[in-house]
């Protein structure tokens, strides 16, 4: 795949595919009123940060497509693309975790759920260190559960209920 020079369009596309919806989130996070500010921050930063962090990739994915392909990326005929993780197994961990997380959330708590969640889409991923995944998602949860008690006021489920 290094060696190819053509733009791979398909690729193309979604590259500039996330580029647009950057650019609507962006767009319609900025016509917030203003009145619409929670504690500390305004309604529309996060949804400009995640419009931002998206176009940033989209326009990444998009070089690369134009520059040869997707880096990293198996051939249609190579054997390492059997060991590719995914396929129908890693949808099935990906949505075990969606599920998990909208049972359990109001039962362990919003950081326990959403590690758990982080865990079994890592799986679907092909990671098989689960305890890791879970310390891991976890560690990246709770920043979000701060920020958003703290910084928006918006009350998520309790980190961790008072039974455990």
């Known amino acids: 795949m290094a060696g190819r020079s053509r733009v791979a369009l398909s690729q193309l596309a979604i590259g500039l595919g996330l580029v647009a919806v950057s650019l609507v ?22 949804p400009c940060a995640v419009g931002a962090f998206l176009g940033a990739v989209g326009l990444l994915l998009s070089y690369q497509a134009c520059t040869g392909g997707f880096r990293e990326l198996a051939e249609p005929g190579d054997d390492s693309a059997q060991a590719q993780p995914g396929g129908r197994l890693g949808a099935a961990w990906v949505t075990a975790g969606l599920v998990a997380i ?10 326990l759920a959403a590690g758990l969640l982080f865990a079994c889409s890592a799986r679907g991923f092909g990671s098989r ?16 559960y701060w920020l958003f008690n703290a910084g928006l006021g918006v009350a998520l489920p309790p980190l961790v209920n008072a039974w455990i």
């Open 102 to 111: 909208a049972v359990l959330i109001n039962l362990i708590g919003f950081v």
């Open 25 to 46: 989130l962006v767009i319609g996070a900025l016509r917030f009123p203003p009145e619409m500010g929670f504690v500390i921050l305004g309604a529309h930063v996060y």
């Open 129 to 144: 260190r689960p305890l890791r995944d879970l310390a891991i998602g976890i560690a990246l949860t709770l920043p979000i």
